[in-house]
């Protein structure tokens, strides 16, 4: 009786571990990431990211949907402006970048803490700009798009929620175009290529069967 009783609970915790990311389940969540501030050299910065998304299980352990990823960053320093300045002024420079992500995620095994594995693609515009006094020295608008495999792992508390972190690689493009306030200086495009790590910490809510 006792063999039996503890067989029913080994099932009963491998039914409920499955049924996590079971095929028709829905995942809202949010993940953060880079987030950094510092204070040196008279200049302090902060910047930091942040990735809500959604997304449907298709299949069991496979999670298809989309992340709207939003990063900020501002910083404030001394500066000398122009070729004949003597004294320093306050500049504040502020960089905004908002886009799209559709992912795909596939999540290993039936335990509470799943490793999992996935890649998406972003598109994305920005905008900076440095100021001093309440005039605009320069500006610039661009856009990006990356490609993004990850490694990463969650560990499911309940049913319904879920602690994540992983590690992303991440192919990037960008374009942009720079313009100095000077009557003498005309617009500039640059393009660029990187590629990159990253990681960062989320967390899901599953909905559901």
Not at 67 to 73: L, Y
Not at 79 to 102: D, K, M, N, W
Not at 123 to 144: E, F, H, I, M, V
Not at 155 to 162: G, I, K
């Amino acid at each position: 009786m006792k063999t039996l009783g503890f067989a029913i609970i080994l099932l009963v915790m491998g039914y409920s571990s499955e049924a996590q990311t079971e095929k028709g389940r829905w995942s809202v969540g949010t993940q953060v990431g880079d987030f950094s501030y510092s204070d040196q050299n008279n200049q302090n910065a902060f910047s930091g990211e942040l990735a809500p998304s959604a997304g449907y299980f298709v299949a069991n352990g496979l999670l298809i949907g989309a992340g709207i990823p939003f990063s900020f960053s501002t910083s404030r320093s001394n500066q000398y402006i122009g070729p004949t300045s003597t004294t320093p002024v306050p500049v504040e420079s502020r960089s905004i970048g908002y886009g799209l992500a559709p992912f795909i995620q596939y999540y290993i095994g039936s335990a509470k803490l799943k490793p999992y594995l996935g890649v998406s693609y972003t598109y994305g515009l920005t905008n900076s700009s440095q100021k001093t006094a309440g005039a605009t020295l320069s500006k610039s608008d661009g856009r990006y798009s990356s490609v993004s495999p990850t490694l990463g792992v969650a560990y499911f508390v309940s049913r319904y929620a879920a602690l994540s972190a992983g590690v992303s690689y991440n192919i990037q493009r960008d374009k942009s175009e720079y313009t100095i306030y000077d009557p003498l200086t005309n617009p500039r495009s640059y393009r660029s290529n990187a590629q990159t790590f990253s990681a960062g910490i989320g967390f899901q809510l599953f909905f559901g069967q």
